[in-house]
């Protein structure tokens, strides 16, 4: 394996100016086959198998756009209630706006008899229901922005304060990383530049890095991983040599400190720490278990899952609509749990049947739960579904309540 690495090196050093033209122009082709692309993300998710997936099969073939879900349009009054003549005709305006968007299927207003349970005790907060007419993934985030915007300019205009939730509000609500990664790089570009003592050594891993970093930004989410570690290894063995080739003997210009001699090395902070450590191994492995080991103690409260809305910034949509759910209607309300159930036979008297009374009975009885939603059966009343809201949020160290998030048959 050696002599094959030496050997591919070696070539690289002798092409060194093709093997540059060839990752440039590839890189160069990629972004921009990648930007003509444009952001076409899929938020569709399947997992076959599991009860989640035959719950959502229920609903698409019985409730097709309540397999899309529901997304929260907050509107909070600071002072007064939404019942208030003032607000109450802009809460009217923002619904019936909202249900005239082609890709929604249905609003739900809070002033209405069906939408009660989204008006808060104070009346001074409540939310929109929005079902989408197609599954989230197929919007873009200017169909979903157009939405948002439907219910935010008559309530915005009535003075009141329009915050999006749910998957909606999420679409519109990604965080921006740039300035973290300039951080990063800016932070890289310090460390190298003192490690290496010269601007022209620190440049050649830093343009190493970028070239691959832009070549992976057409892959997907699934296969990212792999490609992007591929493509750094690539550029590790052909990049790093053809430059270092071309740059030869330049690498030793815009040198920011003098190396020092070999007698001075010898005579360092870190050679005299490196005898030490060799002289004391058994007392220097102990005084790094000492640091090391309370360094593991968060482990052991590790908790594993997604991130929910709660993890973004409060500077997006998604997370001040969260929280004006959590105070107002019970931090559960943002994470609801759906039960779809289907029916052997068709159902009698539709959600009064018994057989969705006592299952809505005895997840109303399970700890953790707070409140079950009426029941929706449909037209053929062989499947039917509802939602329990759990007492803690979507992300507290709780677990959820286990029988409502079992597929059930009846």
Known sequence: MTAVLYGLALLCVRRRYVVFIVWFVATVALVAVSHQLGDRTNDNLSLP???????TDVLKSSFPDQAN??????????????????????????????????????????????????????KA????????????????????QEIIDAAAKPAQAAGLQVE?????????????????????IIAAMVILTLTFG?????????????????????????????????????????????????VGPHIERLRVRTPPSEEAARRGLWARWANEVAKRPLIAGIAALAILIPLT??????????????????????RRAYDLISENFGPGVNGPLLIAVKLGSPAQNGADD?????????????????????????????????????????????PPPTSCTTFAQQ
């Open 164 to 184: 999006t939730g749910g998957q909606l509000g999420q679409k519109v609500s990604k965080p921006s990383t740039e300035s973290s990664e300039l951080v990063g």
């Open 69 to 122: 879900g529901t997304s929260p349009i907050v509107l909070h009054a600071k002072s007064g209630q939404l019942t208030d003549s003032k607000y109450s005709s802009a809460v009217d305006d923002a619904a019936a706006d909202v249900a005239k968007n082609p890709n929604v299927a249905s609003v739900v207003n809070p002033l209405t008899p069906e939408g009660a349970s989204a008006l808060s005790k104070d």
């Open 198 to 246: 010269t601007v022209t050594a620190m440049l050649l891993p830093i343009l190493t890095a970028i070239f691959g970093l832009l070549s992976t930004l057409v892959t997907t989410m699934g296969l990212m991983a792999a490609i992007a570690v591929l493509v750094a290894v690539l550029a590790a063995l052909t990049l790093l040599p053809a430059l270092l080739a071309i």
């Open 125 to 144: 907060t409540g939310y929109l229901s929005v079902t989408l007419a197609k599954n989230l993934g197929s919007l873009t985030e200017g169909d979903a």
């Open 354 to 398: 018994s057989r969705l009374q006592k299952l809505q009975k005895d997840i109303s009885a399970t700890a953790g739960v707070a409140a079950v939603t009426p029941a929706q059966v449909d037209k053929a009343g062989t499947a039917a579904y509802f939602n329990a809201i759990s007492k803690e949020g979507p992300s507290d160290s709780a």
């Open 49 to 55: 198998g599991t009860d989640s997936q035959a719950a």
């Open 297 to 318: 103690i968060p482990l052991f409260s590790l908790t594993f899952g997604q991130q929910d809305t709660a993890a973004l910034s409060t500077s997006t949509t998604a």
